[in-house]
């Protein structure tokens, strides 16, 4: 059996991932759906440079896991699984980005919004209490988080949600060909994702080849507004 290593988005939390979960752990894998560092209910404090933290941390999470590693890493969170594949290709069966920043060493997920500016949630980003960390207007992000869920889900989801850390945002990856490169790479698309274009998923990937490239139809929180499909194509990655 596999151990599915879920790796939240930007504002997000472990959380997120509530209905997916039991859906896996169902038919006999290991699930671990942790707050990356920083993005609890109450953040703790984090340094300079949270990318390489995180990506410390799950890379500790993928060295102490049991059989074949599927890392998932959604929206933000691809940013972060890419940096761990770079410090441990050798023990990580598959990458599985999830309508998720697709990056090339060198760019950061900022270089990639800044392209599409009329997509996604960065004209409703406010500087948060802290002066490092960002949030985002929470009525604003409804429409482009959540736009397949019910509105008492939606908001119930938005309400959890916990200043990002801007340097997550800027912070450009280091990756080799060598480690990173040779790590297989699966792309799960959500055509209606309003966060995240399907036109950007497609151009990231065109950059970065993936294999295989599974599309859903679903905005850009399929955990929430399609969790049994998303369930079925994770399976069917293990």
């Not at 999470?61 to 290709?89: N, Q, T």
């Amino acid at each position: 059996m596999a151990t599915y290593i879920l790796v939240h988005g930007a504002w997000h939390g472990g959380w997120c991932w509530e209905r997916l979960v039991p859906l896996l752990t169902e038919h006999g894998h290991q699930v671990l759906a942790p707050d990356l560092p920083g993005m609890e209910q109450v953040p703790r404090p984090l340094g300079s440079a949270p990318l390489g933290e995180w990506a410390d941390f799950v890379a500790d999470l993928v060295s102490s896991a049991e059989g074949p590693v599927v890392l998932v890493g959604h929206s933000r969170g691809g940013v972060v699984i890419s940096e761990v594949a770079e410090r441990v290709p050798d023990i990580i069966d598959r990458l599985v980005y999830l309508t998720a920043f697709l990056l090339e060493s060198g760019q950061s997920l900022a270089d990639v919004a800044n392209r599409h500016p009329d997509v996604g949630p960065g004209p409703l980003i406010r500087p948060a209490d802290h002066p490092s960390r960002v949030t985002v207007d929470l009525e604003s992000a409804i429409p482009i988080f959540y736009n397949r869920m019910s509105d008492a889900d939606a908001r119930g989801a938005t309400v959890r949600l916990v200043p990002e850390p801007l340097a997550a945002l800027t912070t450009p990856v280091t990756l080799t060909a060598e480690r990173f490169g040779r790590v297989p790479r699966a792309y799960i698309e959500c055509a209606d994702d309003r966060a995240i274009s399907i036109e950007m998923q497609r151009e990231m990937q065109a950059r970065l080849p993936c294999d295989p490239v599974i599309t859903l139809d679903c905005d850009h929180s399929p955990f929430y507004s399609a969790p049994r499909q998303l369930a079925e194509v994770l399976l069917s990655l293990a």
